[in-house]
């Protein structure tokens, strides 16, 4: 790996899914197993960064020279990311964040009676779009994982939560594998990356994202 290109720069990423309780025992979650954004945290660590890792339910360990702070729902999440960004250089938002989450949780488990039943959902906060929205953001990344028309979801992600740069995804080409496919999207356009292994890819993230930061 080249020099520590990040070297005295803090970066805070959130990985994994969240989970959004519905009772204490059942809850609503997206499929992630966390593998990218630990890799990216491991990368970023590896590049002489101070690395915080907002990390949602996943079976991982910690990745050496990275401080995890493991939470469970999105607003825990926000709230975590809050209390780390202040003095962030650069924000990577990794997360599978649930877009809803249930209104009002029962105190108590919900017990079956044969009807018909319905959850109330109320939307999360976009915690990268938050966090791109403040006063002198860090260098925001956004991650764009679509099952179809990859170049204008993720480029129109990139547009409207105001990111300077998005790796976007196909679902089928990477969910819960060791390796991946990406396209890096930034203001000079599209830079597809070789299928990898997402250690390696992710050091080829965090080259670009060093690249688009030096350059600033
Ligand atoms: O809009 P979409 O959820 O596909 O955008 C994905 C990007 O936004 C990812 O980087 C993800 O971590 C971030 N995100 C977030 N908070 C949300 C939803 C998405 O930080 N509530």
Redesign the pocket.
Known sequence: FEAKRLAGRKVVL?AGPTFEAIDPVRGITNSSSGKMGYALARACAHAGAEVVLVSGPVALPVPYGVTRVSVQS?LAMREAVAAAIDDADVFI???????YRPATPAEHKIKKSGEAMSIALTP??????EVAARPNPPFC?????ESRDLDT?AEG?RRN?RLPM?VGNLVQDGLGQDDNQVVIYDEAGRHPVPRAAKDNLARSIVKHLADLLAAR
């Open positions: 959130t999105a938002g990794v997360a599978a964040v649930a877009d999360n906060p976009d915690i990268l779009a990344v956004g991650f764009a994982a979801y992600k939560k998005v």
